[in-house]
């Protein structure tokens, strides 16, 4: 794929602890194309949550490279990598890892404040990115004071303030039910339809449905489609 903008040539991944090894990640080739919605499926311990922390350079292969448009993320400097995560990805947890004393505003504002917004276009942009999910009104609210699937539109508009070129989420309708989910599900559709790529990893055979591309995961291993 020509315009492949995150890919992965032999990834591997070993972890070691307690006298035993285990590949989280084996051998894993994949090329991911801009704007597609690609959802990483398989059973529980079968290493997607570690392949996206290789993808998006959270975390650094035993071998292999984990590539952005052709870029190997292990041969960036740190200060480079850190740099890259803070602009041009976006993360989405499963259980929202909002701040539980900041206004959704104030979430939604925190990674613009990091890379040196100014204010008035921080709060610009994050009323924009709140609005984008359908949260404008609740911008003033604390965490607690929302239901887990504003909790989880917040996360995204979060994800989303800075114009990230992709959108890692991991499990993002975990811990929701079925309606809830199917909302973060059609803004996930959104995203991607809107040319930002989205990379999930999930048991929600829903979410899966509704990606591009399906990739199932066995035992750290990519399972021929
Ligand atoms: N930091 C770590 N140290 C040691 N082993 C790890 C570590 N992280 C993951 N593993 C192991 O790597 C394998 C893959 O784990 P991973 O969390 O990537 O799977 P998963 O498919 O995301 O699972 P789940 O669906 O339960 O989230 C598992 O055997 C796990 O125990």
């Given amino acids: 794929m020509s315009d492949s903008i995150v890919s992965a040539s032999t990834l591997s991944r070993r972890f070691e602890g307690g006298g035993s090894e285990v590949w989280a990640v084996s051998n894993v080739n994949l090329e991911i194309g801009s704007g597609e919605l690609v959802a990483f499926t398989g059973r529980s311990g079968s290493g997607k949550t570690t392949l996206l922390n290789l993808l998006s350079g959270l975390d650094r292969p035993t071998s292999g490279a984990a590539l952005f448009r052709g870029q190997d993320l292990s041969r960036l400097p740190e200060r480079e990598l850190v740099e890259f ?97 199917r909302s973060i599900i059609d803004i996930l559709r959104r995203i991607s339809a809107e040319g930002t790529t989205v990379i999930v990893a999930t048991h929600d055979l829903s979410l899966a449905a509704a990606a591009d591309r399906q990739l199932e995961m066995s035992d750290g291993l990519l399972k021929e489609p």
């Fill in 85 to 181: 995560r803070r602009r041009s990805i976006g993360f989405v947890f499963q259980s929202f890892g909002l701040m539980p004393l900041l206004s959704a505003q104030e979430n939604v504002e925190l990674p613009l404040h990091i890379i040196g917004v100014s204010w008035r276009e921080r709060r610009r942009r994050a009323q924009e990115a709140l609005a984008s999910v359908g949260l404008g009104p609740r911008a003033r609210h604390r965490p607690y004071e929302l239901s887990g699937g504003e909790q989880q539109r917040v996360s995204i508009a979060r994800a989303l303030v800075t114009g990230p070129e992709v959108v890692f989420a991991d499990e993002p309708t975990g811990e929701l039910d079925t309606t809830t989910a």
